[in-house]
């Protein structure tokens, strides 16, 4: 199976789940909230797919990142998918090293 086919399955497993949410309307507020959240990642995973149908067949047949959009929505698969079922939002921005003079400061307030 294809990356495009992959996604296309995923897309349509998801619009089922919407459509299904949909009709059973009347749900909570975390039912409603769980709602948006799936319609955006339906959005999500169509502009991957209009993405990856139009990356350059040489990117396809190689399956490396070719763009920053690329490596960065590599990145946020690997960091939902190491999240989940997490409720924090995903992120994959790493926090900056200690600086030698911060450190200091951190030990005096002890």
């Known amino acids: 199976m294809t990356k495009t086919e992959q996604l296309m ?3 349509d497993d998801l619009q089922a789940k919407i459509a299904s949410a949909h009709k059973a309307k009347g749900g909570s507020e975390r039912e409603t ?3 948006k959240m799936m319609e ?3 959005l999500a995973l169509e502009q991957r ?6 990356s350059p067949p040489e990117a396809k047949e190689k399956g490396k990142p070719q763009s ?3 490596k960065l929505e590599k990145k946020l698969d690997a960091a939902l ?5 997490g409720s924090d939002p995903v992120s994959f921005i790493e926090a900056a090293p200690v600086k030698p003079g911060d450190q ?3 030990n005096d307030r002890r």
């Open 49 to 54: 797919i209009a993405r990856v149908e139009s």
């Open 104 to 106: 200091h400061h951190k």
């Open 81 to 85: 998918k190491d999240s989940f079922p």
């Open 33 to 35: 909230s769980d709602l």
């Open 9 to 11: 399955q995923e897309r």
């Open 68 to 70: 920053a959009d690329d």
């Open 40 to 42: 955006q990642e339906l």
